[in-house]
């Protein structure tokens, strides 16, 4: 019989008595689903005579069990010699006899002798030993229609397989073979695509996921256990913020506070007045200021985390509120107080546009997803959409915004998120024309939207910081207390590995970092000698933070062994 193969010769159209056929389907369209779970499923224990031996300080892992890992794992890294050894050293093999002889039989093709010998494995599941046989009866099946052994398919269709009552559709799948082909191969192949190597890998994959794991070890198991030991401990680690490539198995991971961006590497000092505003590019190349003093700064993050002045942005008449980067951090929006906005070229300096709506100021602005538009937050309390030449493609009306606005669009482009009254959030979809609300007891002063636009971290008048699901039910799951905010605008932000922290300015001069999860304060960073109204992370660089505050600095923070010797900035570089 022909083995399980990448690529056959194309099979004949053959003719068969439609009658046969006929009643083939009827008797498949009797086939009742079969619906349970195999995961608890397990292979009819030997009997045993007192406790297995274990190893390990506490007893709880079984010695044949854990020998039995390792020797599955070097098998899979290709180290066959060595796990033959081990079996050999230990006695204690990684199959049973019965379960070696069916792998042996599956690599020989002999699909009458593997069904035999699956029935003597000692499987107390019988829908897991018939899944299993229509798997092997699959293939016999598959071999036969490629010898063109019509007559003998049929029958092994009509009186092994369909009596199973295993997968109606898949029956009427195969029933279709015999008429066509063409859609056996292409059944085949898509069961078993890849080459002649790969197919039997992958049918062989698909045997061992249907038998339990006491009978069959599954693939890769050891590194499956290292993986999820190496998650609990980053878990329980409230400091962590290194990469997974900085793991190590020789020793438990455990992050220090030092892995937290709290030391000053630089103080910039371009800005005339207080800093109301900053935020890295997307890429983290890049850090654009917005002051009081009307003036917008780009600095550029150099390779050895230098950060050097790059452009300063004039033209605006108010002082500057809000700077938004483009998707592919090309050009930056910059919006005045109830001014206008205007976009610039990054890579030049150069101001593109002037986005301004006769008698009405510009509040608050956003990008859209593609990078070919733009959302404004109005005076009026209106949202407006742009395309980059100004044209307005959209505008909504009514309480949509306030006078002081954060606004955000969700990486798809369907949901524009701006404050729409003191204490509400509104969350607008642009496609499905819905509303919905966060509502809060206390005034919004403020929000941040999560990298993976599922939660929304929002500052109140009270000096709590809230942190909001916007995916399903909507609700609050975490509060962040300590900062202090009386008369200002402070803002906040997600920040560190895998947005594990929260930070926030702070009226006292510090920066505040509090864990994510837990809502635990771990860090307060002093330095700056007035209000810190704004903080950003870095997205591609977890250890670095940067502070904006009312004494007209910009502090970027990183770790104790990156400081610098000199670390003022006049505007032009490291003095």
Same mark, same amino acid.
Not at 356 to 367: D, H, P, T
Not at 467 to 496: M, N, P, Q
């Given at each position: ?501 929260? $930070? *926030?300015? /702070?009226? +006292?001069?510090?920066?505040? &970092? @509090?864990?994510? %999860?837990?809502? =635990? ?24 933070? $940067? *502070?904006? /505050?009312? +004494?007209?600095?910009?502090? &970027? @923070?990183?770790? %104790?062994?990156? =400081? ?12």
């Amino acid at each position: 019989m022909g083995g399980v193969e990448n690529s056959e010769p194309p099979l004949k159209r053959v003719k068969v008595p439609s009658g046969d056929l006929k009643n083939l389907v009827d008797e498949a369209s009797h086939i009742v689903p079969v619906s349970s779970s195999l995961g608890d499923s397990m292979a009819r224990p030997p009997c045993s005579q007192g406790a297995e031996e274990t190893v390990g300080m506490k007893g709880v892992i079984k010695k044949q069990e854990f020998v039995k890992i390792i020797t599955r794992a070097l098998y899979s890294l290709g180290y066959v010699r060595t796990g033959a050894l081990l079996e050999e050293e230990s006695g204690i093999p990684l199959h049973s006899t019965a379960v070696a002889l069916l792998l042996d039989q599956v690599r020989g093709e002999k699909w009458e002798e593997s069904l035999v010998t699956l029935h003597k494995i000692g499987l107390s599941d019988e829908i897991m030993v018939k899944r299993a046989s229509f798997l092997l009866l699959e293939q016999k099946f598959f071999d036969l229609l490629k010898e063109e052994n019509l007559m003998a398919a049929l029958d092994t269709l009509r009186n092994e397989i369909v009596p199973l009552s295993v997968d109606v559709g898949r029956v009427r799948e195969l029933a279709s073979c015999i008429i066509c082909p063409s859609q056996c191969m292409a059944l085949r192949i898509s069961s078993q695509d890849g080459t002649d190597a790969n197919s039997r890998s992958r049918f062989k994959e698909k045997l061992e996921k249907l038998l339990p794991a006491a009978v069959m070890i599954p693939e890769r198991r050891l590194e499956h256990l290292v993986e999820q030991a190496l998650d609990v401990q980053r878990d329980a680690c409230v400091f962590h913020n290194t990469l997974d490539s900085e793991f190590s198995l020789y020793v438990d991971h455990q992050c220090g506070r030092n892995q937290i961006p709290s030391h000053t590497l630089q103080i910039l000092q371009a800005h005339k007045d207080e800093v109301w505003f900053l935020q890295f590019s997307h890429n983290g190349k890049y850090l654009a200021s917005a002051s009081k003093d009307h003036i917008t700064v780009v600095w550029e993050v150099k390779e050895s985390d230098l950060v050097l002045l790059k452009h300063t942005l004039t033209g605006h008449q108010n002082p500057v509120l809000t700077i938004t980067w483009s998707p592919d951090d090309s050009q930056l929006l910059t919006c005045g107080v109830e001014e206008v906005v205007r976009r610039w070229d990054v890579n030049t300096g150069e101001c593109l546009h002037v986005y301004e709506k006769a008698g009405v100021g510009l509040i608050s602005c956003g990008w859209f997803p593609d990078g070919k538009g733009i959302v404004c937050g109005m005076k009026d309390k209106s949202i407006c959409l742009w395309d980059l030449d100004g044209r307005e493609l959209e505008c909504w009306k009514g309480q949509r915004t306030l006078n002081i606005s954060d606004m955000a669009i969700t990486d798809d482009g369907k949901r524009i998120i701006s404050i729409c009254r003191e204490n509400a959030i509104l969350l607008l979809d642009r496609e499905a024309k819905f509303e919905r609300l966060i509502e809060e007891e206390q005034v919004i002063t403020s929000f941040s939207l999560s990298e993976d636009n599922k939660f929304l971290l929002v500052n109140l008048m009270n000096q709590e910081l809230h942190l909001w699901s916007i995916e399903g039910d909507i609700k609050v799951v975490a509060h962040y207390r300590g900062h202090r905010r009386t008369r200002f605008l402070i803002r906040s932000c997600f920040g560190g590995f895998e947005q594990a922290f929260i $930070a *926030s300015g /702070s009226e +006292d001069s510090q920066v505040y &970092i @509090w864990h994510r %999860d837990t809502g =635990k304060l771990l860090l307060t960073l002093p330095g700056h000698s007035g209000a810190v109204n704004c903080v950003s992370w870095n997205p591609m660089d977890p250890r670095m933070l $940067a *502070s904006a /505050s009312d +004494d007209r600095t910009i502090r &970027i @923070w990183g770790l %104790d062994g990156l =400081k610098r010797k000199g670390h003022y900035s006049n505007g032009n570089g490291i003095t």
